[in-house]
């Protein structure tokens, strides 16, 4: 009996995918998720710090003169101006105006014990509210003094501004105070040597002014010439003689201005002058009937300086240094000619035996050396020849 065949098995069906149902599918869910994506996206982008970055402010800042400067002293010098840069993101820089912005000195961290030049910081200040802060300032010091205030009397002297009228010449005039007080920094007022000084304190701060106008059909300018008597100190000699003022006006009878050629000062003793000197001397009238006009006296500067020159010493006997012990030194020749130069009050100075001539026996033995001779001569003075310059040394044992 034939078989029956068992029947096929059906194929799988294909599925059919619904893409507009996956797409609608739970939308309300996939929209809030979504939603709620983009609301942590915004709040950690909008939380971010921005940005910063670091420009040249455009303008350079005028270093303002501080008012914290100690009681009782002044600073003096140049401020100038800085530059600097600013740190902050862009948009804070971009609002930041000149008036924000002060540069100054950091006098607190000045040494107050120094009178010369020195480099104080500069410092910028910005008000926190701006957003920014300066990242660098250059240059970073300034370079001031900082001193004491201090007070001397000076003299007030008069200065015109024009001449007299023409056929006219001023006379002396009456300046009442004769002296003022002068304040300020320490090294400025040391060097003021009349009232023209500017940027000091003065007290009074006005004084009275009474000047003649006189006519000059009678008067005449002549060179005032120092009278100098007595010799200065051994060695030395004058060099100079300067006066202040250096001519003056005479006025008298033409008969008596018709012979006068100068005008000359009281005698002025020099006797022993060793260093430079300045006398305040009287001008002498040059004749019965004249008058000075401006000036009755001069100061007078007399330069002096040492005479040059030179000393022998042919007999300077050499000597021997670091010879150890146990052995003895002989020399040819043992005494040497040194010829010194220098002042001639140094060289008159100069006693026995500060002329001495050495040779260096460190670390020899018994034996015969040729060494180079070395020469000491006192302050002020030098070596101008040495014969012989090597000698030969000879040690023996003892």
Request: charge should be positive; charged fraction near 20%.
């Given at each position: 009996m034939a078989r029956v065949p068992a029947p096929a098995r059906p194929l799988?069906?294909?599925?059919?995918?619904?893409?507009?149902r996956v797409a609608t599918a739970d939308l309300p869910l996939k929209l809030t998720a979504v939603l709620i994506a983009m609301i942590f996206w915004a709040v950690s982008v909008l939380s971010a710090p921005p940005t910063e970055v670091v420009r040249d402010y455009g303008s350079r800042l005028a270093v303002e003169r501080p008012d914290d400067v100690p009681a009782g002293y002044v600073l003096t010098g140049q401020l100038g101006d800085v530059g600097i840069r600013l740190k902050g993101t862009e948009a804070a820089i971009a609002n930041v105006v000149a008036s924000d912005l002060h540069a100054r000195l950091d006098v607190p961290s000045a040494d107050l014990h120094r009178s010369d030049p020195q480099e104080v910081p500069v410092r910028v200040d910005i008000p926190p509210t701006a957003g920014v802060k300066v990242d660098s300032i250059a240059p970073a010091t300034v370079t001031v003094r900082i001193e004491?205030?201090?007070?001397?009397?000076?003299?007030?002297?008069?200065?015109f501004a024009n001449d007299p009228p023409s056929g006219t010449v001023a006379g002396d005039p009456a300046i009442t105070p004769s002296q003022v007080r002068v304040s300020g920094a320490a090294s400025q007022v040391a060097r003021i040597a009349a009232l023209y000084a500017d940027g000091h304190t003065v007290d009074p701060a006005?004084?009275?002014l009474t000047v003649p106008v006189l006519p000059t059909a009678t008067t005449r300018t002549v060179p005032v010439v120092p009278t100098v008597r007595g010799a200065v100190a051994a060695g030395y000699w004058i060099t100079r003689v300067t006066t202040d003022p250096p001519v003056v006006t005479v006025r008298g009878e033409a008969a008596a201005l018709g012979g006068i050629d100068q005008v000359a000062t009281?005698?002025?003793?020099?006797?022993?002058?060793?260093?430079d000197k300045t006398f305040q001397v009287a001008l002498l009238l040059p004749a019965e009937g004249t008058s000075l006009i401006k000036a009755a006296q001069a100061t007078v500067t007399v330069s002096v300086a040492p005479l040059a020159g030179s000393r022998a010493f042919?007999?300077?006997?050499?000597?021997?240094?670091?010879?150890?012990?146990?052995?003895?030194?002989?020399?040819?020749?043992?005494t040497?000619?040194?010829?010194?130069?220098g002042s001639v009050p140094a060289l008159s100075g100069i006693a026995a035996g500060q002329v001495v001539a050495t040779v260096d026996a460190t670390g020899k033995g018994a034996g015969t050396y040729p060494l180079d001779v070395v020469l000491r001569t006192p302050p002020g003075t030098t070596a101008q020849s040495v014969q012989p310059t090597r000698v030969t040394l000879t040690i023996r044992t003892r």
């Open positions: 799988l069906r294909r599925r059919h995918i619904d893409l507009r004491p205030i201090t007070s001397r009397d000076v003299a007030v002297q008069a200065r006005i004084v009275q009281a005698p002025i003793d020099v006797s022993g002058l060793g260093a042919p007999l300077v006997a050499v000597q021997a240094t670091g010879l150890g012990s146990g052995f003895v030194a002989e020399f040819d020749p043992p040497i000619s040194v010829v010194v130069a």
